[in-house]
């Protein structure tokens, strides 16, 4: 990742610090308010979201990392907690597998998390996957009180949705016993950051372009001068999009994990009607690039791969068609398919501007010229009476 001054460096060094790419946020896509999931799990009450800004606190953010299981889009993550990482460690292991999280008093070793709330189903799913059967949760006995949030409901829930997918075959948390005593080991600390030698050398290039800017401007830091140069609101030509982070895991695992016959598996394929226009406006802002857009001087076209849905529904309220259509996924082969071509029309260019339209039958210019011809013949009708 690119550090854009040092104090983001700084939160990157943090515990289990919360790493926000609003540009991903379908929010700032949309230009609409369609998702307040992020907020409306935080236990600290630290994030705001506008169809401009996803607003992080960081004076309340207590590192729990909640919100990124529950951001469809991916435009949350931690410096500390990565789903392949966390799994990785997981499989590596040769005993009974502890989990802490980081409230835990309890002695020995196991693995520590920031909090029981970052694990979803897709990610014990794709554990699961892994042969890993058995799971003991220590530090549940600190959640009524605990500043991150009490995560026994929502650990009742992944245990349901668990079971719907895979009944009595799905890994088994366990809460730890009172008076657990744990045999010494070594730990694993997953709520902490991880930085390699490059963002390392990147953190100290950060260090000392900030110095350098108080040197020649006293009085005005580095994130000062940057707000100077922000719009008033969010724009973009060109969306950056990327796999899920909890989703991807599941996905190279499917065939692996032990589904129940006839369950409703937890992706969406999505369809157009004919009255889609090959716009683009969503292959161009979805997230994940479930749905993709191309174009060349001959075609544009609009394809979609299951496997990177994560549902967010970003391209159903955008379309000025409503030409989405929406349908469950009851099979692994409609996931594993591959991409799909939704739609594909030809494109000519405008023989007046030279842009790039969609050419109807016997079309030369493009709709925009069109509109202006039109109004040129009305005005001289009425200059010529």
Known sequence: MQFKDSKQAQDLL????????????????GRMMLCNKCHDHCPSEALQLSIDAVDLDKEKCTGCNTCMSHCDAGALRSSGFIPDRFLSTLSGMDEAIHLHCRASQDK???????????????LMAAATADGITEITLHGLEHCESCEMGDARVS????????????????????????QSRLSPGQRNFQDQAVMDRRSFLRFGGARTAQAAAKWLVPGMTME???????????????????????????????????????????????????????????????????????????????????????DCQLCESICPEQALVVQPVSSIEQVVAGRMVLNRVRQASCVQCGSLFVARTGESICQVCQNEQELDDEWLDILSG
Not at 14 to 29: A, P, T, Y
Not at 171 to 177: C, M, P, S, T, Y
Request: hydrophobic share 35%.
């Open 155 to 178: 650990l009742d829930e992944l245990k349901r949705e668990l079971r719907d997918w895979m009944g009595d075959q799905a890994v088994q948390l366990h809460r730890a016993k009172k």
């Open 14 to 29: 943090s515990l289990s610090g919360l790493i926000v790419d609003e540009e991903m946020c379908i929010n700032l896509r």
């Open 224 to 310: 000062e001068e940057d707000e100077q140069d922000l719009l008033p609101f969010y724009q973009a030509d060109d969306f950056q999009q990327r796999p899920s982070f909890y989703l991807s895991p599941l996905v190279h695992r499917i065939r692996q994990v032990p589904w129940i016959q006839q369950v409703e598996l937890p992706w969406q394929v999505r369809t157009v009607t004919e009255s889609c226009t090959a716009c683009l406006s969503c292959g161009e802002r979805c997230p994940t690039g479930a749905l993709k857009s191309e174009q060349t001087n001959e075609h544009r076209s609009l394809s979609f791969d299951a496997a990177l849905c994560t």
């Open 108 to 122: 020995g070793g196991g693995i520590v998390i920031p909090c029981y709330q970052v694990l979803d189903a897709r």
